[in-house]
Antibody, heavy 116, light 108 residues
């Protein structure tokens, strides 16, 4: 059974940093692109970033470029999102997803709140 | 930046056909995907590659795409189909992924 479990969310002040993790199981992690998607409270889904199987290609939505970094560790079957210079508008539930494409399996999400 | 446009809401009676549209300039060249999201839950893929249905998704869900518009059709909508629906695709380069703004489907 495919499972994705996010962790690392929490409350952080504007300008602060946070690192999200996603632990994968039930499939060959190194065979898949992986993605992060976020959803602000009461709002729609927003694709944030994705990363190729070997980490050699990464793509980001414009609003996080230069502030967020996606990475992965295939040996640990884990996906990461390093978030720096956080803004109030980054407040959201962050989901990791297995990206076939498309994103066919999702975690349950981790809440990031950026507030003073 | 690339955008996909959906109607904010669609309402049908149980048993009627619901159609949700998604427009985007790159859709003639890029596949459309559709997700269902119920309140407090993670999204679920209901249509991939424009018109294919994942295993476990009821046959009443179907998809089509023509020109710059993709359509999700729910034939004989059920009360349990009430949810937010999102289309998903990529820009012409394939590097920027994007979700539509979402459509709230009401079945009552």
């Amino acid at each position: 059974e495919v499972q994705l479990v996010e962790s690392g969310g929490g409350l952080v002040q504007p300008g602060g940093s946070l690192r999200l993790s996603c632990a994968a199981s039930g499939f060959t992690f190194s065979n898949y692109w992986m993605s992060w998607v976020r959803q602000a409270p009461g709002k729609g889904l927003e694709w944030v970033a994705n990363i190729k199987q070997d980490g050699s290609e990464k793509n980001y939505v414009g609003s996080v470029m230069g502030r967020f970094t996606i990475s992965r560790d295939n040996a640990k079957k884990s996906l990461y999102l390093q978030m720096n210079s956080l803004k109030a508008e980054d407040t959201a539930v962050y989901y990791c997803g297995r990206d076939g494409p498309p994103i066919d399996y999702w975690g349950q999400g981790t809440l990031v709140t950026v507030s003073s | 930046s690339y955008e996909l446009t959906q109607p904010p809401s669609v309402s049908v009676s149980p048993g009627q056909t619901a159609r949700i549209t998604c427009s985007g300039d790159a859709l003639p060249k890029k596949y459309a995907y559709w997700y269902q999201q119920k309140s407090g839950q993670a999204p679920v893929l209901v249509i991939y590659d424009d018109d294919k249905r994942p295993s476990g998704i009821p046959e009443r869900f179907s998809g089509s795409s023509s020109g710059t518009m993709a359509t999700l059709t729910i034939s004989g909508a059920q009360v349990e189909d009430e949810a937010d629906y999102y289309c998903y695709s990529a820009d012409s380069s394939g590097n920027q992924k994007v979700f539509g703004g979402g459509t709230k489907l009401t079945v009552l």
